[in-house]
C-alpha cells in the first residue's frame, strides 16, 4: 500500500490550524494515518510521538527513541504536560472508559496555555469515551474528501 504524502501533510496541517489543544481524530484506517504522520515528520523533522499501551511513547521520526518512564498514558500525558517544545502527540486511546486522572489530565492540557504549539491528538476514541470532555476537544476528520478546498502557496506554487 502507498501512502500519499500530500494527505499525510494537510491532515497535519489542519491539526495543526485546530482550535485547542485536544483533538480528536476520526478515521477508518489507523495504520495508514500512522504511516502518513511517520513519513511528514520525518521528512519535516517536526516532533511527533506516538503513544500505544504496548510501547509506550515512541518517536514517529526515528522509531529507536522511546521516551522513558511513558509507559502507561497517564504518565506520557504528564510528560506532555511538562514538555516546554512544539510537538503532536497521537494517542492510541485504549478501549473502554478513560479513567477519572487520564480524563483530568486531559482537560489540564485542553485547558494548558503555552507559547508553543502542542496538539494532542486522540486516535480511536469513541463518543462515550470523550463525553467528559465536553467541548475542549476539536474534532478532525481524517478522509480524504474532509480535506481543504482552500489554496496554500507551498515551495513556490499553490496548492490545493
Known sequence: MSVDPQAGTDLFERILSASGPLVALKTTDLAAL?????????????????????????????????????????????????????????LEVPSGPISATDSALLRQLARAQTGHVRRVVLLGTTAAQLGGLGDEVVVVDADR?????????RDGRWVV
Open 34 to 90: 500512522v504511516d502518513q504522520f511517520r513519513l511528514v515528520a520525518r521528512r519535516t523533522g517536526q516532533a511527533a510521538y506516538l503513544w500505544g499501551a504496548s510501547e509506550g511513547l515512541v518517536s514517529l521520526r526515528d522509531a529507536q527513541m522511546r521516551v522513558p518512564g511513558c509507559a502507561r498514558l497517564g504518565d506520557a500525558l504528564r510528560y506532555i504536560l511538562q514538555s516546554l517544545h512544539f510537538g503532536v502527540y497521537l
Open 145 to 153: 474528501h474532509a480535506r481543504s478546498a482552500t489554496p496554500r502557496l
